[in-house]
């Protein structure tokens, strides 16, 4: 039989991905929001990141698929664009694209946050078990007396003609209120101990304008990304959206960040190679002013390896952890425990807190140590680096190269951070002996290349001696 009541706190992703997975065992699912939802596709306050450029990875957009069948091609529909994540992206790392000969069958799908939010919303209110409300901020836990379990929230809810405080019961209560969650807090003040806390800083900062896309743009392909490399470890990305936009973003670590003006954003552009995005903004025609967003750190909250936690309370999404968005891995991890949360909940109440932090905390672990693993190959990123961290920073830089000619290779490095494949499937021979090999190509094409000049430069120091 189901049970009857759950609530979640907060209506992103997050929220909404964890509600899907509760309409299934909850009579009925309510789901909190403090913001009040605009108009499809218009970005609203309690999700600022959403004007920025978001990419929902292959995995993502196949869980999604799972979660509400037909939603892409809903999405399509109103103007999305689907395409091959590498024969219709360019992808650009360590000091060259990777390779685009071949497709990759993984599928983007080019769409901005807000229409995305705004139709997967859509897609859970249509369940008749679903209520979301918003403008209703919960200020709080009510809990037995014991503080063994949670049993609802106390919330405000605001309307045109006031506000009122109440209190409404629940047998579940989830926690999708993103990385600033009041969880630790109030965990505490219920005499629980705070959960681990682990945060690497990397200070970075987007700035973004929306533009006009024109079909000749980038030769047709749909979008590049440009990883954080040398020499000065900028990045961005260009992405096509609905109504014929392009999202662009670029930004810089530790303090690098693009200034909030036309003729500073364009010279940073310029000066974060291949200069695809500096291309197409330097005459396309800018549908929007810059907006800006910092993001201090990579943060965790380790709710799996709490001694005590209390029954029928969940914490969800971003609230667990919100990773540097450079590699865009947020709505995809969510997704994810989505369905890690079907399936504890699949068997059964009990115990289920600690079962569905445990598998929630294997998701995480895998998308926290791609992104905090490449962030530390930047040198300035203040961490200690393990012998293994380094070990994985240079292979990594060695597959990038090989990547580059290899479209084997390539295709195995999206699988991963597509978060399709597991991270260890790039230490498997077959790719191993692809790096080795690509590299002896790379370092004979470099020495034919530089043999002359260097024999040249020789000659003209041996003469000026
Ligand atoms: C700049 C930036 C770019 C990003 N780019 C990508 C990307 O390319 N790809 C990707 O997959 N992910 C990206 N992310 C991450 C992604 O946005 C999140 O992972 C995703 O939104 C899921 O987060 P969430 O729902 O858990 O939390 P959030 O999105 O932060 O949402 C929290 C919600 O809770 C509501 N809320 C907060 N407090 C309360 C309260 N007390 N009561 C009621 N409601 C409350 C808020 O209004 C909000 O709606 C990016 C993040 C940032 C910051």
């Given amino acids: 039989m189901k049970a009857q009541q759950a609530i979640v706190i907060g209506a992103s992703m997050g929220g909404l991905l964890a509600a899907r997975a509760l309409s299934d065992y909850y009579q009925q699912v309510i789901v909190l929001e403090s913001d009040t939802f605009p108009n499809p596709g218009k970005n609203r306050k309690g999700v600022p990141q959403g004007h920025h450029a978001h990419g929902l990875l292959s995995k993502g957009r196949e ?22 994540s590498l024969q219709q992206t360019r992808w650009f790392m360590n000091g060259g694209y990777l390779y685009q000969k071949s497709p990759s069958n993984l599928n983007i799908l080019f769409v901005s946050r807000p229409l995305l939010e705004a139709q997967v919303r ?20 009510l809990t ?4 063994t379990r949670i049993v609802g929230v106390r919330l405000i809810h605001h309307r045109f003609d006031g506000s009122s405080e109440s209190a409404l019961n629940a047998d579940l209560v989830v926690d999708a209120t993103g990385r600033r969650s009041q ?26 304008r929306i533009y006009r896309r024109r079909p000749e743009h980038l030769r047709g392909d749909l979008g590049t990304v440009i990883s954080p490399s040398l020499p000065n470890y900028r990045y961005g990305a260009i992405l ?18 693009a200034p909030r003006n036309e003729k500073g954003f364009l010279e940073f552009a310029k000066s ?76 059964g109440g ?29 040198t300035q990123v203040e961490e200690i680096r393990s012998l293994q961290v380094r070990f994985l920073n240079w292979y990594m830089s060695k597959l990038h190269v090989a990547a580059q000619r290899d ?59």
């Fill in 183 to 208: 969880s630790p807090v109030w965990l505490e003040k219920l005499g629980y101990e705070k959960p681990q806390e682990e945060q690497v800083h990397v200070d970075i900062g987007y700035m973004t």
């Fill in 63 to 84: 869980v999604l698929e799972q979660l509400f069948p037909g939603i892409t091609q809903e999405l399509n529909a109103q103007g999305a664009l689907s395409g091959d």
């Fill in 144 to 147: 037995t007396p014991d503080h």
């Fill in 272 to 347: 974060i190679p291949p200069q695809d995005i500096y291309e197409v903004i330097k005459d396309a025609e800018p549908l929007s002013e810059l907006l800006p967003y910092k993001f201090p750190n990579n943060q965790r909250h380790h709710y799996e390896k709490m001694a005590r936690f209390p029954k029928d309370y969940l914490v969800f999404g971003d609230a667990i952890c919100s990773f540097n968005p450079v590699y865009g891995q947020g709505m995809t991890v969510a997704a994810l425990e989505s369905l890690a949360l079907q399936n504890c909940l699949a068997q």
């Fill in 122 to 141: 859509k897609r859970l209110l249509s369940l008749p078990n679903i209520k979301v409300i918003e403008n209703s901020h919960v200020l709080g836990l």
């Fill in 407 to 465: 479209s084997l290779v390539a295709i195995a490095f999206l699988q991963v951070s597509s978060l399709m494949a597991s991270p260890y499937s790039l230490m498997h021979p077959r790719i191993f002996l692809r790096v080795l090999w690509g590299n002896l190509l790379h370092r004979a094409n470099v020495s034919k290349f530089w043999a002359p000049c260097i024999s040249g430069l020789s000659g003209f120091f041996h003469k000026n001696k």
């Fill in 240 to 257: 096509a959206q609905e109504s014929d936009r392009w999202v662009v973003t670029i930004g810089g670590y530790l303090g690098d960040h």
């Fill in 350 to 378: 009990q115990n289920l807190q600690a079962r569905f932090f445990k598998e929630a905390g294997k998701i995480v672990d895998i998308a926290w140590s791609i992104a905090v693993n490449n962030d530390l190959h930047i």
